[in-house]
Each structure stands twice: as structure tokens, then as C-alpha cells.
């Protein structure tokens, strides 16, 4: 079992930036990679960011060149860098985490709310 707990969401003004953070407890061995996931108010849930543990990396189209996933010092801690942040990425931010093997397990945070607006 992995466990997911965010932080680092709140509210900000456009052009406004934050941090991301998520810790991953439990049996971190078996994640082969992690990302974010963010869910806006009557759409349904998008990847962000993704990274591997060979540290490859995937962006949204929406959020390349403004965000940035990394990895912690921390084994299992991972974050994301938002810059320049706009009224549509205001959303419930997700952890995510996926196991190696054939049927990959995926494993979830509580969310954390990223509100952006003046």
C-alpha cells in the first residue's frame, strides 16, 4: 500500500505562483512513477505532470513552460512548481502514484484546492 498526502495549494492572483508538494509513504519501492492530476468544477480529471522515476517527464500542453514536476531529496517526495498561474488552472490538485507489473496499481492523494483569481 502507498499513501498520498498533498500540501501547498490556497489561493493566488493571476500571474501569481505555488508550490505543490506531495509525500509518499507506505511501500514507495514499488512506484515507478508519479504525477498530478488536477480535476476543475464539472470537468473531469487531466493530467498535469508526470514524471518516472527514470525522471522523464510529461506535461498538459496548458501547463508546459509554466509548471514543473521534480523530485525531492526525500525518497517519494515530489512537487510542482507553478508559475504564472491563470484563472483555468483553478481546480482540486491530485498525487498520483503507479506501480510496477503487469497490472499496475494507481494510488491517490485527498487533493488540495488551487484557487486562482483577483
Known amino acids: 500500500q502507498v499513501q498520498l498526502v498533498e500540501s501547498g495549494g490556497g489561493w493566488v492572483q493571476p500571474g501569481g505562483s505555488l508550490r505543490l508538494s506531495c509525500a509518499a509513504s507506505?511501500?514507495?519501492?514499488?512506484?515507478?512513477?508519479m504525477g498530478w492530476y488536477r480535476q476543475a468544477p464539472g470537468k473531469e480529471r487531466e493530467l498535469a505532470a508526470h514524471?518516472?522515476?527514470?525522471?522523464?517527464?510529461n506535461y498538459a500542453a496548458s501547463v508546459k513552460g509554466r509548471f514543473t514536476i521534480s523530485r525531492g531529496n526525500a525518497r517519494g517526495t515530489m512537487y510542482l512548481q507553478m508559475n504564472n498561474l491563470k484563472p483555468e488552472d483553478t481546480a482540486v490538485y491530485y498525487c498520483?502514484?503507479?506501480?510496477?507489473?503487469?497490472?499496475?496499481?494507481?494510488?491517490w492523494g485527498q487533493g488540495t484546492q488551487v484557487t486562482v483569481s483577483s
Open positions: 498520483h502514484a503507479e506501480t510496477w507489473g503487469r497490472t499496475p496499481t494507481n494510488y
Open positions: 514524471m518516472t522515476v527514470a525522471n522523464t517527464t
Open positions: 507506505g511501500s514507495i519501492f514499488v512506484i515507478s512513477s
